[in-house]
Structures are given as C-alpha cells and as structure tokens.
C-alpha cells in the first residue's frame, strides 16, 4: 500500500508548505528518493514539499528523527525554492515549529 500524510505549516503572512510524507509499500512505489518541491501555486499561497520515507525507517527507533530531520530539509528546500520565485516565507518560523515539536516529541518518547 502506499501512503500519502500531509503535513501544513501555515503561516497567513507569508507561503504556506505543505509537507507529504510519501510511504512506499505493496501497491506500488514513488518516482523518486529523498526530499523534493512539489506542486506551487503562486494564487494559493502554497509550496508542496514531498519527502520519501524508506521502507527501512517504518520500525525503526529513529523515526522521529527521520520526520524532524527531513521537515527541516524541506523548509530549506522550500525557503531556496520561494526565494527564488520572489515569495515571501519565514524560514526562521517554521523552524522554530519543528524545533518546537521536536522537544514535545523527545519529552513524550523518553518517558
């Protein structure tokens, strides 16, 4: 089966990213590996950043990590791609967001 889970980041000020985290599994594959932009609309507001989860990471005990790791690869990713398209997105906000999930994370898991 694969899977699609978004996640957005919305800021009303500025560009919205949308964050799809692609899990391949038995019903078919994605076109591509890593962390790449997806889908802008400059009359939406919005930037589709998809990030590829390996099969390898579903049980693994760093998968927090993984999703914290390859959301803050995608902000940068969204942050050069915006730039270069003259858009306004505050890369400094939504990496505050992620370091803020990070510490609820790391709080809840090492309980």
């Known amino acids: 089966m694969c899977a699609v889970t978004d996640v957005v980041i919305h800021d009303p000020d500025s560009f919205e990213i949308n964050l799809v985290f692609c899990f391949p599994g038995s019903l078919g ?3 591509f590996r890593g962390v790449e932009v997806g889908k ?3 009359k939406q507001k919005t930037l589709r950043v998809d990030v ?3 099969p390898a ?3 693994d005990e760093r998968l927090t990590d993984f999703f914290l790791d390859s959301s803050r690869h995608a902000v940068e990713l969204a942050a050069m ?3 270069k398209k003259k858009c306004r997105f505050d890369k400094a906000k939504c990496l505050q ?3 803020r999930a990070a ?3 790391r709080s809840t898991t090492h309980n």
């Open 103 to 105: 510490k609820i994370l």
């Open 29 to 31: 594959d994605f076109n």
């Open 97 to 99: 967001l992620i370091d």
């Open 57 to 59: 990471m579903y049980n």
């Open 52 to 54: 590829y989860v390996p």
């Open 81 to 83: 791609t915006l730039e």
């Open 40 to 42: 802008f609309s400059r």
